[in-house]
Each structure stands twice: as structure tokens, then as C-alpha cells.
């Protein structure tokens, strides 16, 4: 007797289930999200194979301690950009599932191709395309220069072909591209959709967990930037990348939000080329390309991105209100930040710029999301305010607590050492972050409250 299959009913949005349809999601309040989706597969349409997510199928469980546990038996390898290690933590694992996304035309299927073509020299690697045709890929790979005698090529849609197919080749690494328009025979929704998507994801991880096949997935991106697709995709993977970059610069940037084998919120840097892709070693360069002539409101600070300080420019553009509600724009931060933060400087700070139009940007298209970049946001409007330059030589971080205090940030010694490589010369800093030691080249101006740091530019 064939089982039957249950049903739910997935929010898109935030993968909260139900087992009835409704019109609002009652967890995040968004309208029209809700998906059926397959829980419970016939047994007839699954092989007993695959009815784990991790281990050898057929062998029963083991208890050890985590001493007992050998560490080399998953030895990690470079995928041949260090900038796309560092990201994943230091190189691939076998048996991960690795999903990347971004805007179309980012570089996705690009960066894949590069990195599937090296690691063929060493090892059984197979790239699946369901988007693109062979002749499609192979004439990228002619026109990028890179090697086309290793790498095995399939044009699939069907999860269940590319599995059995993979199941005779054996690779060692495997590319879909992409998760969306993948589809199971044994679900009646169409490809993309909630069912297909979050089923075969499940499918192929349960193939890359029991063969040890480092699976890399390719997504779609929603108009708001975030991968498409139900949010329990997220959960089932290991690596969460995101691929960013405007058609209007040729440099991309690779961050990861999500990582069980390495640091969370890494950031990698790569130059679109004729030849493909290239990694930045020294990002901090590229994006401190100043002019000569520093302009007021332009301000250098340090951000902290995974293990690594990162230089960047925050400008800020301060002129006359002509509308009731004066304009606040924020590009690379975070707006309701700002808002906050405009009322800490009328409040605590003495600037009152209640009638002013407001626009914040940071240089290169790097979105900065921790809380150091505060002190050096408002330090630039007050520069653009005033329409006084600060030092060309200057650098500043910190992060502005409501009552005006200006708090310490993590790794303060090591965002020092960065500012005083690329040679400045004075930096405005809290002063639980000031060194106890004098750092060559470099004068410290350690500052407890926001009065001090305006005044400190004065």
C-alpha cells in the first residue's frame, strides 16, 4: 500500500509552515506568500539510499566524544582563488553544500566555471547547467582562456537524472546552476516554485552529505537583493554566498552570511576582466582611490569585515531642505541608523541640521554593516555642514551610543596598524580602543563623547 503524502504550507518569506492555507502569514504579516509544499515522500518513489541527510547509508550510527572524532578524515582543499577561500573559511569541505547567489550578469556563472576548470586538473569535478546550453559554456570558457580538456559538462533539469548520472561519474565537486529551474518528476508544482526548490535541495544534499561530493548551488537573487526561495533552503545548506556588484563597476564583492565551517560576514574582492575574474589581495587600495583635493563631508574609515580590517570612504552631502520632511538617504548603511544617529548629534553634539537634506554614501558599493562606521558618519556630515575639508592623512571609527558616549569596537589594535600601513596619520578613535603603546607614524586623538570628537575637527 503506496503511503500518502502530507502536505504544508511554507511562507516564502520567513518559512514559517502551516497546515492550511491563508492569506497572511501570521509570523512575519506578509500577504500572499504562503506555498504548498510535499513533506512526506511515497516510499515507492524514493529509494531507501537516500533517507538520511548525513553518513553512509545502511550504516548504523556510532556514539563517540568529540575527542574520538578524526579531524583529518575531512581534509579541507583550495578551490584556486584565495579571495573565494577565505570566504568559505579556508577552502572547500568535502560533503558541504555551498549555495551562492546574486544579480544577474554579477559573475556567478563566471567564478564557478574558473574554479570548476582548476580543480578538474586535480580531481573528478562535474558542472550541471540547466539555464545555459554546452555550446553556451564552453564558448565563455574559450573566450576567458581557461582549460577545457578535464571538466565534465551536463545539461540537466531533472534531479533525479543528475543524480544517477553523478552516482556513475563519482565527482569529487559538483556545480548546479541553477537550484530554480531544477524539478522532480514525483512533485506537481513548477520548477522554482516553494515544492521544487526546497525538494531539490533536499535531494541533492542528501547525494552530497553521503558521497562526501562538495555540492555547489547556484541561485536566484528577489528584487530586495536576498536569495530567492523559501528560507528553510538556508537552513539545509552549509555555506550561504552572495555575489554583489553593479554593472557600473568591474569590481565584485563575495560575502558570506551564513558558514558552518568558517567565520560569517567574510568578504571577498574580485575584478571583472576580459579574462574572468581576478582577486584583489589589497581591497583597501581600490577603495581608497581619493583625489587629491579632499572635498568636505569625505571621511576614511576602518570596518571590520570577517578576519580582516577593510579601509573604505564615507561621504556625506548636507544642503538645504526645499520640502516639509527634509530628504534622508543612506547607500552602503543603514538608514534607521541614521536617522538615530542625526538625533544624536542635535542632542548631544550641538549640531542641529533638523532642516537639512541628508546623503550618505559609501565608496565602491561596499555595504557596511557594523556599528564602528557610526563616528565616522557623522563626523562626515558634520565636515559637509560646516563645508570644512577634514585631513587628507585622517581616519576615524567608533560607535556612537545614544547618550552621546563614543563606545569601543572590536580589533581596535588591528584597524590601527591597517590605517597606519596605508600611511595615515592622525586617527580619531574611542578612547577604550587606544593603544597602550605608540603605533609608528600614526597620532592618536582618543575621544569619550561625540562633543569632544566634533570638536576634535575643528
Not at 511515497?42 to 541527510?53: D, H, I, S, V
Not at 583529518?72 to 560533503?95: I, K, M, N, Q, Y
Not at 524539478?183 to 526546497?198: F, K, N
Amino acid at each position: 500500500m503506496v503511503a500518502k503524502s502530507k502536505t504544508a504550507y511554507v511562507c516564502s518569506e520567513c518559512g514559517a509552515d502551516f497546515t492550511k492555507w491563508q492569506g497572511q502569514c501570521s509570523e512575519c504579516g506578509s500577504w500572499n506568500s504562503l506555498s504548498e509544499v510535499r513533506l512526506g515522500p511515497t516510499p515507492a518513489n524514493r529509494t531507501e539510499k537516500f533517507t538520511g541527510y548525513a553518513g553512509a547509508a545502511g550504516v548504523a550510527p556510532e556514539i563517540q566524544t568529540l575527542a574520538e572524532i578524526d579531524l583529518e578524515a575531512l581534509p579541507r582543499f583550495s578551490s584556486g582563488a584565495g579571495e573565494f577561500d577565505r570566504v568559505l573559511g579556508g577552502g572547500l569541505v568535502p560533503g558541504s553544500v555551498v549555495l551562492i547567489g546574486g544579480n544577474p550578469g554579477a559573475g556567478k556563472s563566471t567564478l564557478l566555471l574558473q574554479t570548476m576548470c582548476f580543480l578538474a586538473s586535480g580531481r573528478e569535478s562535474l558542472y550541471c547547467t540547466g539555464e545555459e546550453s554546452l555550446q553556451q559554456v564552453a564558448m565563455r570558457a574559450k573566450r576567458l582562456g581557461l582549460p577545457t580538456d578535464k571538466l565534465k559538462m551536463l545539461s540537466e533539469t531533472s534531479v533525479e537524472s543528475l543524480v544517477a548520472t553523478a552516482q556513475k561519474l563519482q565527482p569529487k565537486v559538483m556545480v548546479v546552476d541553477s537550484i530554480q529551474v531544477m524539478h522532480m518528476a514525483d512533485i506537481q508544482s513548477a520548477p522554482g516554485s516553494v515544492s521544487q526548490v526546497r525538494e531539490s535541495a533536499a535531494y541533492l544534499t542528501r547525494f552530497a552529505k553521503q558521497t562526501g561530493t562538495v555540492l555547489i548551488l547556484v541561485g536566484h537573487v528577489t528584487k530586495d537583493g536576498s536569495l530567492a526561495g523559501p528560507k528553510v533552503l538556508e537552513h539545509m545548506i552549509d555555506c550561504s554566498i552572495l555575489l554583489e556588484g553593479t554593472h557600473d563597476s568591474r569590481f565584485r564583492t563575495l560575502r558570506g552570511s551564513k558558514n558552518r565551517f568558517g567565520a560569517v560576514n567574510e568578504l571577498g574582492v574580485f575584478a571583472m576582466t576580459e579574462q574572468g575574474l581576478k582577486e584583489v589581495s589589497n581591497p583597501s587600495a581600490i577603495f581608497l582611490q581619493r583625489a587629491d583635493e579632499i572635498a568636505a563631508g569625505s571621511v576614511v574609515m576602518v570596518v571590520w569585515e570577517g578576519t580582516r580590517p577593510l579601509l573604505v570612504e564615507v561621504q556625506a552631502l548636507v544642503d538645504d531642505s526645499h520640502q516639509g520632511n527634509p530628504r534622508r538617504v543612506a547607500v552602503g548603511l543603514d538608514q534607521n541608523r541614521l536617522n538615530m544617529l542625526l538625533a544624536v548629534l542635535h542632542r548631544h553634539g550641538g549640531v542641529l541640521i533638523g532642516d537639512q537634506d541628508v546623503f550618505i554614501n559609501v565608496v565602491g558599493g561596499v555595504r557596511v554593516m557594523e556599528t564602528s562606521a557610526d563616528l565616522a558618519l557623522l563626523l562626515s556630515v558634520v565636515s559637509s555642514f560646516r563645508n570644512r575639508p577634514l585631513g587628507h592623512d585622517l581616519m576615524v571609527f567608533g560607535e556612537v551610543g545614544l547618550s552621546g558616549e563614543i563606545r569601543p569596537v572590536p580589533s581596535g589594535q588591528e584597524r590601527l596598524r591597517e590605517a597606519a600601513k596605508h600611511g595615515f596619520k592622525t586617527a580619531i578613535m574611542p578612547a577604550g580602543n587606544a593603544p597602550r603603546e605608540t603605533i609608528p607614524g600614526i597620532k592618536v586623538i582618543a575621544v569619550k563623547t561625540l562633543q569632544e570628537a566634533v570638536a576634535a575637527i575643528d
